[in-house]
Structure formats: C-alpha cells, structure tokens
C-alpha cells in the first residue's frame, strides 16, 4: 500500500469522528428527556468512560500499530483463541451496526422522499443506504478517506452550531426536574446512562484500519482521543442547548429535537429541513466508515488464518470481498427483521450490537492492565493503570446496560463462532501437517 494512499491524521480523525456520530445524535436529547436534567450527570460519567478508552487504545496502538485493533490486542495478550473471540465478536457488531444505522436513516430520508408509506419501499432504500457507502469503499481508500472529512464537517458544524449558538437562546425554566422518573435517583442516572452507552461506539475504528494510516503508531492514538473528545463536544454543548430551548417537557414527544431547537431559536420550519439533511449526511458518513472498519477487521483476521482467506482480498488498498460481505449480511438482518416496523426494528439490532462491539472493549482494556503487570515500574504507569481499570468499568457497564434478553443473544452469537474457528484451526493443522510430511 503506497503511504500517499493512506489516511493523514484529518481522514483518520474524521474516521473516528464519523463513526461515532451515526444518526442516534440527532434523537439522543429526546431519549434522555424523560429523565430529568440527571441526564447530563450521566453523559459526564459515559464521556470520563469513553475517553479513558480512548487512551487505552491509544496507548495500546503505539505497542502494536497493525490492523485489527481490539484483535491484534487480544491476541498478543491472552492468545489466539481469545483473539478470534474478539474479532468475530467485533466483525458481528460492524456489518450489524450497519443495519441499524441505516434503518435509523431511513427515517431522515423520508423527509425529502416519502420511503415509509411502504413496507417495501423502506426495506429498498435501506439497502440502498447499505450498498452505496459499500461502493465507495470498493472505490479505493483515498476516496474513503476524502469523504469521511467531508462528510464529518458537513455534519459536525451544524451540530457544533446549534450547541454553541443554542447557549445564547437558553432559558433556565426550559430544563425542568432534576430527577423527572419519580423513582430514585441512581434508578434515573442508571437508565440515562444505559441510553447513552452505546453513543460512543466507535473510539476504536481507527485503531482497527491502523493499517490503512500514515504513521499509525504517531496518528492513530492522536486521532482516537481527538476524535472522542470532539464527540463529547457535540454531545455536551448539543444537549444542553436542546433542553435549554426546547424544554425536557416537549422533548418527550418529539422526534426530530435538534430541528425543533432550531426552530425555537429562529423560527419558521427551515431548521428541520437542514437537521434532517444533515442527519442524512451524518449516517452515510458513519456507514462509509463503519463499512472499512468492518472490512478491515475480517482482513486483519483473514491474515492471521482464523478467517477464511478470502477476507484477505484487496483492491485499490481495501479488502473488497470484506465490504462486499458486511454489506450482504445487514442486508439480510434488515430484510429478516424490518417487518416488526422501523423503531423496532432498530432497537432491536443496536442492542445486539451495543453487546457484541463490547466484547473486544472488555477484552482490550484487560490487554492494557495485563502489560502494565507484566511491565512493572514505569513513568506514567499510575495513571494508565487508572484509565484501565476505568474502561474495564465502562465496558462491563455497557454489557449490563444492554439487558438480560440482550446479553443472552449476544452470548448465542459469539459461541456461534466457535465452530468457525475449530473449522480453521484444524484446516491449518492438516496442511502444516501435510507440509511436514512432505
């Protein structure tokens, strides 16, 4: 791979970025409502859990800067086995994400193109939200690249926007209760936060596609923590707005917050149009980057023989048959699932993936405390040993904030993995053991 047809720090930051702001940014004011102004306790708490993963895969990228993030670092730890457990696990939660992302999107879509009326023409522009960012993949990387900038400042300024101008438009009676659930206080800053656990979902895509980066050991670390605090940005400034202009009390019922914050600031019905189009752009963005990052994930494994050798396939610097399968398999998740409706549907299939991308946090944050273990006395080991431990808090937080139904599929998936890997093992056993005998 030419180093001119990597990703710069911009596109890797941009990478980060656009996969973490999907299209759930735009209703998230909205979900945390109904809880009170506890809310912001709890995004504060979500934020400190998401940078300190951030950190540990900056840390842990600049010890082992390959492709396959959350993998390679299973792997180098606690062996293969654990390693595919990773990777299998993570690879579910990218083409699986894909599915809710684009249900979510659809959405927006509708309000330009009437997609919903329709059962079958819902289903259609899913897909098509699916397949188009899996053709500018298979367009080559430098393409990817230039879109993730683009596409990340087309929708970050508009958020950006609204959550500093929104400060100025804030009235102080807007932000209602502290605790609004009526039930205890830990009981309402629990359920905030199991809304906005899954809102960080994406601190490790650049470690994963590291390499696909200029300077990954320097960059990738770099971009991960600059990309997560720049979402936290989005999400502070952009929820304090909401609740400050529109009122936790009509928020409830409202489905397009940000254009209703919008709307109250400067009146008339222009705003909603340009969220919906900026959230139109937001979740393409993020299926651009979510799609290489799947695809890399497969490939890094592919590379390792414990997925099949055809995920290994590359052309113009991307692993094509690695998008081109993330892009099926959604495909037929969203087929499979969409009949019990749109927000059904998406619930559903975020929560499958809010388990199993978890999964390889768990396992990454374990990676770091075991080499600080091993390593000993070192300068800075205090306070990477904290920031372990608390994104192994956070990860397990997230696994218990997914619900028993959810774990419990989540679980049947990643066993499910077991005789694909048994199926490669013993694939490569049989041929070293042919080649020795030869």
Do not use: C
């Not at 978890?358 to 070192?378: K, N």
Request: glycine share 12%; hydrophobic share 55%; net charge neutral.
């Amino acid at each position: 791979m030419g180093d001119r047809s990597r990703l710069g720090l911009p596109a890797a930051t941009a990478l980060v970025l656009g996969t973490i702001i999907g299209t759930g940014v735009f209703t998230l004011p909205a979900a945390l409502a109904p809880f009170g102004t506890i809310s912001l306790v709890a995004l504060v708490a979500v934020t400190v859990g998401a940078v300190a993963l951030a950190l540990v895969f900056a840390r842990l990228v600049a010890r082992d800067p390959n492709t396959g993030g959350p993998y390679v670092y299973t792997r180098d730890a606690f062996g293969e086995f654990a390693g595919f457990l990773a990777a299998w696990s993570y690879w579910i939660s990218g083409w699986a994400g894909n599915a809710a992302i684009a249900v979510a999107w659809v959405g927006y879509v509708d309000v330009f193109i009437p997609v919903l009326d329709h059962v079958w023409s819902a289903v259609l522009t899913t897909i098509v939200g699916l397949w188009l960012p899996a053709l500018v993949n298979l367009s080559g990387l430098r393409n990817v690249g230039g879109f993730q900038v683009v596409g990340t400042v087309l929708k970050f300024v508009p958020l950006l926007f609204i959550g500093v101008v929104g400060l100025f438009f804030i009235d102080g009676a807007n932000f209602g209760p502290f605790n609004a659930t009526g039930g205890s206080v830990w009981a309402a800053f629990s359920a905030a936060g199991a809304v906005l656990l899954f809102s960080y979902i994406g601190v490790e895509s650049a470690s994963i596609a590291a390499g696909a980066v200029r300077d990954p050991a320097r960059n990738v670390g770099r971009a991960t923590v600059t990309g997560t605090l720049a979402a936290a940005v989005v999400y502070f400034l952009g929820t304090i707005a909401v609740f400050g202009t529109v009122g936790t009390t009509a928020l409830k019922d409202s489905t397009a917050p940000f254009a209703d914050a919008m709307n109250a600031m400067f009146g008339g019905s222009l705003g909603g149009k340009l969220m919906a189009a900026a959230a139109v752009i937001s979740g393409f963005t993020a299926l651009v980057g979510w799609t290489l990052v799947t695809a890399e994930m497969s490939l890094a494994a592919a590379r390792d023989r414990v997925f099949p050798a055809w995920f290994g396939l590359q052309r113009r610097d991307v692993p094509w048959l690695g998008v081109i399968v993330a892009a099926l398999l959604a495909s037929l998740l969203t087929i499979a699932n969409f009949t019990e409706g749109l927000t059904a549907t998406f619930t559903a299939i975020a929560l499958l993936t809010g388990f199993t991308v978890t999964i390889p946090y768990l396992f990454s944050a374990a990676a770091q405390l075991y080499w600080l273990l091993r390593e000993g006395r070192r300068p800075g080991r205090p306070f990477d040993f904290v920031v372990a431990l608390l994104a192994l808090a956070f990860s397990y937080w997230m696994i218990i904030g997914g619900g028993e139904t959810t774990v419990f599929e989540g679980l049947l998936m990643l066993l499910a993995g077991v005789p694909v890997y048994v199926w490669m093992k013993a694939r490569r056993s049989g041929a070293e053991n042919v080649g020795g005998r030869a």
